[in-house]
């Protein structure tokens, strides 16, 4: 029974126990000073004094010793004995006094009630059972020894009643409370849960968020916001200070919230962004949330949709080109096949056929790009996979056509597709020896490689020793369709780039002196250990 007492660990329990020993020490105190001051005697008729000083003293003695020794218990079986302690002293204390007619009975009544805020369940009732027995049995006890009426045996009945009534009360209170306070916890855990989640979320949009109070001090500002303007932090500074040309654009807005605010060039990031601006209506300090977007992403993201819709029209096209051109690349070859053909026509059907193969190429890669496969990424080894990969090119190429293999020292392991990953080195290679037999009688093509110093993560570079790429078709050489040979399609670096980035990798052109460098950037790489 004494295990279903509940342990006081929280603040509110250890409040109400020092209140329960402010209490007992009040009521000690004063019945000290009563029985000091012989004011028991003319209020209490039926004392036993010489008893009730006795009592009085023992009690307040008791409870200093309680409160020294028991200031901040937190066992259940320590609080039970210093109730039940208390009100078998209390009982005492009201035989001494004379029974119901002293007011020691209402004390009981506020002993017990405290104790069960301290106790819970059957031992709470027990506290209250001990001291409505005390009272009737007393009372009862008291009636050999003086005359009594039966008012007197009803007040007793009522005063372990209202033991009894106080007890039930108090825990019902109690449940009731711990009920509030448990909901309003979990209540106050799920704010916090939503907050956390909403900065977390703050944080990871790609679109930059920034709160500013009505003297334009940066209040909020997330990752990407920090990002898009070059600045690492913002908290609590003027914007004024770090973009002038974002403040001309909201002015403008506050002006006339209807038009649309143009774009603005940050100058530390080089990036161009839209912004938008919402007036928090709510915010007591007239608050301005604005909206950073990257416009080369809002473009990126224009192109994709626009090459996926192209690339479902020309998949169309291109299943209703492919058949008649079959059949004019198998006519001119029957024709060049005839022996009545003078030179000049037989070249005149060796064009058709040219222009047929190159036309066919064009539209098997329309045809790749549309119905490209899953990619289905493999744990892969770079530098075996490598060598066996040039070795097999070096018995297809031709005597014109070189390759040469470095490798450095690192870990070479990657997620991604060896299919794939063929077909962008075949693109790769084949633009390599095309750009190095212009300027060179042997085309050479270098692949190297290494571990990024920085990154740690796997880099395949191919170089060549061409001409290179003129500045101003750097920039155009991964869309689509663009070319700077009259025999190229322009899908060839597009396709390599897709291929790539579906696996978690990138290609970049970087230029150097004499010659082109397409890089391969692989993921998952680690340092070794």
Not at 24 to 37: A, E, K, M, N
Not at 213 to 222: I, K, Y
Request: glycine share 6%.
């Amino acid at each position: 029974m004494i295990a279903e007492a509940s342990s006081p660990g929280s603040k509110q329990a250890q409040r109400l126990l020092r209140l329960y020993h402010l209490y007992r020490l009040s009521v000690g105190i004063t019945l000290v000073l009563l029985i000091s001051s012989n004011m028991d005697n003319q209020l209490l008729t039926f004392a036993n004094n010489d008893l009730l000083r006795s009592g009085s003293w023992l009690y307040l003695v008791l409870n200093i010793l309680l409160v020294v020794f028991l200031e901040n218990t937190r066992r259940p079986a320590q609080l039970f004995s210093l109730t039940l302690v208390d009100v078998l002293l209390l009982c005492g204390l009201f035989y001494a006094a004379g029974g119901v007619a002293s007011a020691i009975g209402n004390l009981l009544i506020v002993s017990v009630a405290i104790g069960n805020t301290l106790l819970r369940g059957r031992i709470g009732l027990l506290i209250a059972a001990v001291a409505a027995l005390g009272i009737v049995g007393l009372s009862f006890l008291q009636s050999f020894s003086r005359p009594t009426s039966p008012s007197d045996y009803l007040q007793a009945g009522t005063l372990g009643a209202l033991c009894f009534a106080a007890a039930l009360l108090v825990q019902g209170l109690i449940r009731r409370l711990e009920v509030s306070e448990h909901l309003a916890e979990q209540r106050a855990s799920e704010v916090i849960g939503l907050e956390a989640l909403n900065a977390l979320i703050l944080q990871r949009m790609r679109t930059g968020i920034l709160v500013l109070d009505d003297q334009r001090r940066v209040q909020l500002a997330n990752h990407s916001a920090l990002s898009l303007l070059g600045q690492e932090r913002l908290d609590g500074e003027l914007i004024d200070d770090y973009s002038p040309t974002l403040v001309e654009r909201l002015q403008l807005w506050l002006n006339n919230p209807t038009l649309r605010p143009q774009s603005l060039k940050i100058a530390r990031s080089g990036l161009e962004l839209q912004p938008s601006f919402i007036a928090l209506d709510q915010s007591p300090h007239h608050q301005t949330l604005i909206f950073l977007e990257d416009l080369a992403q809002i473009a990126q993201q224009a192109q994709q949709l626009k090459l996926a819709a192209l690339g479902r029209l020309t998949a169309g096209i291109a299943h209703e080109i492919r058949n008649p051109l079959g059949a004019v690349s198998h006519a001119a070859q029957l024709l060049q096949e005839s022996e009545e053909l003078n030179g000049a026509d037989r070249r005149l059907t060796q064009i058709i056929q040219d222009h047929s193969q190159r036309m066919n190429r064009v539209i098997e890669n329309v045809l790749q790009l549309s119905r490209r496969q899953q990619t289905t990424p493999q744990r892969l080894d770079l530098k075996p996979w490598l060598e066996q990969f040039v070795a097999e090119t070096r018995e297809a190429a031709t005597e014109r056509q070189q390759i040469h293999l470095r490798i450095g020292m690192g870990y070479f392991k990657t997620l991604m597709d060896p299919n794939q990953l063929t077909q962008v080195l075949d693109n790769l290679l084949r633009n390599a020896w095309r750009h190095s037999g212009l300027t060179h009688e042997t085309a050479e093509v270098w692949l190297e490689l290494f571990v990024d110093a920085d990154s740690q993560l796997p880099v395949l570079e191919v170089l060549d020793n061409g001409p290179g790429v003129a500045p101003d078709q750097q920039a155009h050489l991964f869309e689509p369709f663009f070319t700077t040979s009259t025999q190229g399609t322009g899908l060839g670096l597009y396709l390599s780039r897709e291929l790539c980035e579906s696996n978690q990798a990138r290609l970049d052109f970087k230029p150097r002196q004499g010659g082109g460098c397409f890089r391969i950037t692989f993921a998952h790489g680690r340092k070794q250990s």
